[in-house]
């Protein structure tokens, strides 16, 4: 007698094995029942690569399992048929381990994607980091050659404090030359060859805006190769005063130089505005040789370092002892100031032709011949008149200019305020503190009744002849240069005392 096995079976159970090497393993389906009875046993391989197929009423077949790559074995055929059957479970199980199906379901069996990868996208477009500045290394005498040496005996033991200090300041001369030489070097090298090989700018512009700075260079190679001679193998110099005096007249090549300077500016100013000048300069001064400096400053550097030259022979002559060097350095520095005073007056000749050059006249009486007979700009700079208007001033040693500054064709200009008046009818007042007041209209409404300082008064000695010119310096050190650059030229300056007379 049998008994059925309708009981033999319960609801299968499922155990997942280990994933092993990321590949899920087949799960095992197990029977229990009476021992007498032969359980049920249904092992299912099924590929992870099978293909998955239906069909239209959604039930899998015993075919499609087997072409899904399930096997099938049945110990007990008596087993009635339950609600769901193994095919439908096997089918579960091969949607269970399927990577493609269900994904967002909670399964247990989950196959990992693999995530997509962005796009590439380009950037905008950075400009590197400016490399570091290229620093100098400023050593004195005693650390250059003052050391002591492997017999411990130091060059400095046998000096007096009174010679070191003369060795430190020849080695500072000496130290001078070499970074000048250098800079006028890299001024050529990295600017002047560029902008003309690049088309930046023209020949003739090249020479207006660097000047003669090829002769130069030899002038300070020269003083170079003097103290190189006479530096001893220790590191001392002896006498250097007949070299220097020597020398010295090499340096009129800078009173032409520092003349060109007035105009290179003027150039210089126009030049950097243009897109193209003004990338190849940032990009110089993002290079390490500019050391961080614009090439105008390396430019007006050259004329610093010439004017510098006395200082730097009164400090060896202060501590020289000998009496021939002594005598030499004298002379050298008599030279010296020579040269300079003419470059001044070369100086002050450009720089009066280049402001007269700039005026712009709105009326021909303007144009009076004083302006055009001046040869030198004694003082020149901006003031305000009482409404706070600015006015820029031009002092010629012939004629004084009052005018307003404007732009014509991307370049400074200034268009002349009244009329100029002649220093033969200049009449200048000096007037006191607080007995003027600003009258504007925004002071009106604002900040009204101010009392006006550093005030002076320009006009004719005939009143019939023009308007005056009421005007506020901007401090009082700059009023005091304005009155004695006043007193050089003018024959009538007076200094009001009786309040009655200062009227705006």
């Known amino acids: 007698m049998t008994t059925s096995v309708a009981r033999a079976c319960p609801r299968p159970i499922l155990r997942a094995g280990k994933n092993q090497e990321n590949e899920p393993r087949v799960p095992d389906v197990a029977c229990s029942g009476p021992a007498d009875y032969t359980a049920l046993a249904v092992d299912l391989l099924v590929g992870l690569n099978a293909k998955k197929r239906r069909n239209s009423g959604g039930e899998t077949t015993l075919q499609e399992a087997a072409e899904a790559g399930a096997r099938v074995r049945f110990f007990s055929i008596r087993q009635k048929k339950s609600k769901r059957s193994l095919l439908r479970v096997s089918a579960s199980l091969i949607n269970l381990v399927s990577p493609s199906r269900n994904k967002n379901e909670n399964c247990g069996f989950k196959v990992p994607s693999s995530p997509l990868r962005p796009l590439p996208t380009a950037s905008p477009y950075k400009p590197p980091r400016p490399s570091p500045a290229k620093r100098r290394v400023q050593l004195s005498w005693v650390d250059s050659f003052g050391s002591c040496g492997d017999d411990d005996k130091c060059v400095t033991s046998a000096l007096s404090h009174h010679e070191i200090k003369r060795q430190e300041a020849i080695y500072e001369l000496y130290q001078g030359e070499r970074d000048m030489l250098e800079d006028l070097t890299n001024i050529t090298k990295f600017y002047r060859d560029p902008l003309l090989k690049l088309g930046l700018i023209s020949q003739e512009e090249s020479h207006t805006f660097f000047g003669n700075i090829e002769s130069l260079l030899p002038v300070h190679e020269e003083l170079i190769n003097r103290l190189q001679e006479q530096r001893k193998p220790d590191g001392r110099t002896e006498n250097i005063g007949q070299h220097i005096h020597d020398w010295a007249d090499r340096l009129s090549v800078y009173v032409q130089y520092c003349a060109n300077q007035i105009k290179a500016k003027a150039v210089f100013d126009e030049k950097k505005n243009e897109p193209a000048i003004d990338d190849f300069l940032q990009r110089c001064l993002a290079?390490?040789?500019?050391?961080?400096?614009?090439?105008?400053?390396?430019?007006?550097?050259?004329?610093?370092?010439?004017?510098?030259?006395?200082?730097?022979?009164?400090?060896?002559?202060?501590?020289?002892?000998?009496?021939?060097?002594?005598?030499?350095?004298?002379?050298?520095?008599?030279?010296?100031?020579?040269?300079?005073?003419?470059?001044?007056?070369?100086?002050?000749?450009?720089?009066?032709?280049?402001?007269?050059?700039?005026?712009?006249?709105?009326?021909?009486?303007?144009?009076?011949?004083?302006?055009?007979?001046?040869?030198?700009?004694?003082c020149s700079g901006c003031m305000k008149n009482t409404k706070g208007?600015?006015?820029?001033?031009?002092?010629?040693?012939?004629?004084?200019?009052?005018?307003?500054?404007?732009?014509?064709?991307?370049?400074?200009?200034?268009?002349?305020?009244?009329?100029?008046?002649?220093?033969?009818?200049?009449?200048?007042?000096?007037?006191?503190?607080?007995?003027?007041?600003?009258?504007?209209?925004?002071?009106?409404?604002?900040?009204?009744?101010?009392?006006?300082?550093?005030?002076?008064?320009?006009?004719?000695?005939?009143?019939?002849?023009?308007?005056?010119?009421?005007?506020?310096?901007?401090?009082?050190?700059?009023?005091?240069?304005?009155?004695?650059?006043?007193?050089?030229?003018?024959?009538?300056?007076?200094?009001?005392?009786?309040?009655?007379?200062?009227?705006?």
């Open 287 to 378: 290079s390490p040789f500019s050391r961080k400096l614009d090439l105008w400053t390396l430019l007006d550097g050259a004329r610093g370092r010439f004017v510098k030259y006395p200082l730097l022979v009164r400090a060896i002559l202060k501590y020289t002892q000998n009496s021939d060097d002594v005598y030499h350095l004298e002379k050298a520095l008599e030279r010296l100031e020579k040269i300079i005073k003419k470059a001044d007056e070369e100086t002050g000749v450009a720089k009066c032709v280049h402001s007269k050059s700039s005026l712009v006249y709105l009326f021909e009486d303007q144009k009076i011949p004083n302006i055009e007979q001046s040869t030198a700009l004694l």
């Open 389 to 504: 208007s600015k006015l820029f001033v031009f002092l010629f040693d012939r004629a004084i200019v009052v005018t307003r500054s404007t732009h014509q064709q991307g370049r400074q200009m200034y268009q002349v305020y009244r009329q100029p008046i002649p220093v033969s009818e200049l009449l200048v007042e000096d007037l006191p503190d607080g007995e003027v007041k600003l009258g504007s209209f925004r002071n009106a409404f604002g900040q009204g009744n101010q009392i006006a300082k550093n005030l002076i008064r320009i006009s004719f000695r005939d009143c019939e002849k023009g308007q005056s010119h009421t005007l506020l310096a901007n401090d009082e050190h700059d009023k005091r240069q304005w009155m004695q650059a006043f007193l050089k030229v003018a024959s009538c300056v007076e200094q009001v005392t009786d309040t009655s007379k200062a009227k705006v």
